[in-house]
Nanobody
Framework: QVHLVESGGGLVQAGGSLRLSCATS????????MGWYRQAPGKQRELVAT???????TYADSVKGRFTISRDNARSTVTLQMNSLKPEDTAVYLC?????????WGQGTQVTVSS
C-alpha cells in the first residue's frame, strides 16, 4: 500500500509563490506516474500537472509557464513549484500516485491566494 503526504500549502498574496511537496512511501516510486490535481469549493477536481517515470510532463493550460512539476526518485518525492499565483489558483491541491493499474491519493493541502 502506498501512502502519500502533501505539504507546503498556505496563504499567499497574488503574485507570490509556493512550493508543494508530496512524499511517498510503500511503493516503487521510480516506476510511478505522479500528478498534482486541485479542487476548489463547488468545482470538480482538475488536473494541474503530471510527470511520468520517464520525466515527461504535462500541464493544464491555466498553469503553463507559472507552475513546474518535478520529481526526486532518490527521495520518493514530487514537487510543484507555483509562481505568479492568482486568486483563481485557490484550492485544495492533491497528489496522485499511479502505477500498474494501481492509484491512490494524498489527503491534500490547502492553497489560498489573496487578491
Amino acid at each position: 500500500q502506498v501512502h502519500l503526504v502533501e505539504s507546503g500549502g498556505g496563504l499567499v498574496q497574488a503574485g507570490g509563490s509556493l512550493r508543494l511537496s508530496c512524499a511517498t512511501s510503500g511503493g516503487v516510486f521510480s516506476r510511478a506516474a505522479m500528478g498534482w490535481y486541485r479542487q476548489a469549493p463547488g468545482k470538480q477536481r482538475e488536473l494541474v500537472a503530471t510527470v511520468t517515470s520517464g520525466l515527461s510532463t504535462t500541464y493544464a493550460d491555466s498553469v503553463k509557464g507559472r507552475f513546474t512539476i518535478s520529481r526526486d526518485n532518490a527521495r520518493s518525492t514530487v514537487t510543484l513549484q507555483m509562481n505568479s499565483l492568482k486568486p483563481e489558483d485557490t484550492a485544495v491541491y492533491l497528489c496522485k500516485y499511479r502505477s500498474l493499474g494501481y492509484e491512490t491519493w494524498g489527503q491534500g493541502t490547502q492553497v489560498t491566494v489573496s487578491s
